[in-house]
Nanobody
Framework: QVQLVESGGGLVQAGGSLRLSCAAS????????MGWFRQAPGKEREFVAA????????FYADSVKGRFTISRDNAKSTVYLQMSVLKPGDTAVYSC?????????????????????WGQGTQVTVSS
């Protein structure tokens, strides 16, 4: 089994920045895509960003384009989410997800059900 652990969440004022980290541990695996989702109170989980492990091609939700940047460190099996110009609407629990290469049959990185592994999430709160 693969474990994902997020860190870096917290309380920040609108316009501020935070960087989230997600480290993979457990059995060795080769991710095809790692991504970030978020879920605010009373709302469904939504796609935020994803990165293809080989090559580093990135994908973003329209709501975060130009403000958030996803990146990865292959040697550390870690994915990051740099969040800037934060808004109160960004308040949510942010969760890291990974798609295992050996389980790849299609490409549907914006769907939470497509991913194989999930972290517990880290709270991000943006005050006005």
């Amino acid at each position: 089994q693969v474990q994902l652990v997020e860190s870096g969440g917290g309380l920040v004022q609108a316009g501020g920045s935070l960087r989230l980290s997600c480290a993979a541990s457990g059995r060795t695996f080769s991710p095809y895509v790692m991504g970030w989702f978020r879920q605010a109170p009373g709302k469904e989980r939504e796609f935020v960003a994803a990165i293809r492990w080989s090559g580093g091609v990135t994908f973003y939700a329209d709501s975060v384009k130009g403000r958030f940047t996803i990146s990865r460190d292959n040697a550390k099996s870690t994915v990051y989410l740099q969040m800037s110009v934060l808004k109160p609407g960004d308040t949510a629990v942010y969760s890291c997800a990974a798609k295992d290469q050996i389980r790849l049959y299609s490409d549907n990185y914006t769907s939470a059900e497509w991913y194989d592994y999930w972290g517990q999430g880290t709270q991000v709160t943006v005050s006005s």
